[in-house]
């Protein structure tokens, strides 16, 4: 009888124990319970005039699996995250349902999510189950936020027609990949300290160092990164990389600078790609 009980003891507190383990392991599989609807008109592409100003990367990106999120924004740190979205009716809905990025801002009744008709229809298993889905108009989703990749893309940057060089500088950041958000950015001057020896003749020119003179970035909207009277030359963007809970910070500084010639428009290779 004693055996007994201390058996029961044993084996409540070993589940108990193992309850405890569960809740404590990482959270990467953990989807939330929300509604999603669809824009209206966007059967291939989203919106290139979303919130986040990231243009038409915002509406193309990603085969067009985009969506405008409602909390999940954060005032323009969530645009360019990307999240696991399916719907939840067995009989319609695939299992993986579809991944989407952030390019906007908005919601409608209830929803987290608006995705592009593109992303709602490739959360269906079918072409028939596309169209019962969205006459239904809003789902219920489960979602998770997941790593973005782009396999065949550096980080980029897309200068804002509203800048003008030399007054002022407004550029997004396209092509974010991984799982953590850009909180913060600096725009670096590049300059060179020389190192000369004279002879009787000629001056020589023993070594040059590039320097760097950094300030903060106003983040102005959603991806769209603000200075007015930006220095002049070359400038080096720097990104910190954080997670949700920035717990994890990393400053990325990319390899390529942008020309002291700049133009509203032009889009710059970072030479650079970051995989955290
Ligand atoms: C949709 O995106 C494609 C590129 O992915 C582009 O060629 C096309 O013009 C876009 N369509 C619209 C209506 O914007
Ligand atoms: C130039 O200076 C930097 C730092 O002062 C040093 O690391 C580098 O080796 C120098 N290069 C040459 C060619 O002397
Ligand atoms: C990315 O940057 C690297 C290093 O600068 C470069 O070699 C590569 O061609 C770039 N890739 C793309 C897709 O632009």
């Known amino acids: 009888m004693a055996l007994h009980i201390l058996c029961g003891f044993f084996l409540t507190t070993f589940v108990f124990m193992q309850t405890l383990a569960d809740t404590s392991s990482s959270c990467t599989d953990c989807f939330v319970n929300s509604r999603a609807t669809y824009y209206p008109h966007s059967e291939q592409n989203g919106t290139a005039n979303g919130a986040c100003g990231f243009g038409s990367f915002g509406a193309m990106v990603n085969g067009g699996d985009v969506s405008a999120a409602s909390s999940l924004y954060r005032n323009g740190v969530g645009c360019g995250a990307c999240y ?155 990104m910190l990389f954080s997670d949700e809970d920035e717990q994890n910070e990393e400053w990325v500084v990319p390899p390529n600078n942008l020309p002291a010639d700049w133009k509203p428009g032009q889009i710059y290779n970072s030479g650079i790609q970051v995989n955290f």
């Open 84 to 238: 696991q979205v399916r719907c939840t009716d067995g009989g319609y809905c695939s299992d993986n349902g579809v991944t989407v990025v952030i390019t906007d801002e908005g919601s409608s009744d209830n929803t987290d999510f608006i995705l592009s008709e593109h992303a709602f229809d490739r959360m269906a298993q079918t072409t028939d189950a596309a169209a019962y889905l969205l006459a239904l108009g809003v789902l219920h989703i489960q979602y998770t936020r997941v790593a973005c990749n782009y396999p065949h893309e550096n980080i980029t940057f897309k200068i804002d027609e509203s800048s003008s060089n030399p007054n002022y500088l407004a550029f997004v950041i396209w092509y974010q990949q991984g799982i953590r958000d850009i909180t913060a950015v600096q725009l670096c001057e590049v300059y060179y300290i020389y190192t000369h020896t004279f002879s009787c003749f000629q001056i020589i020119l023993l070594n040059q160092t590039e320097n760097f003179e950094c300030k903060l970035l106003d983040r102005s909207h959603g991806a769209v990164w603000t200075s007015t009277s930006p220095p002049s030359g070359p400038l080096s963007i720097r």
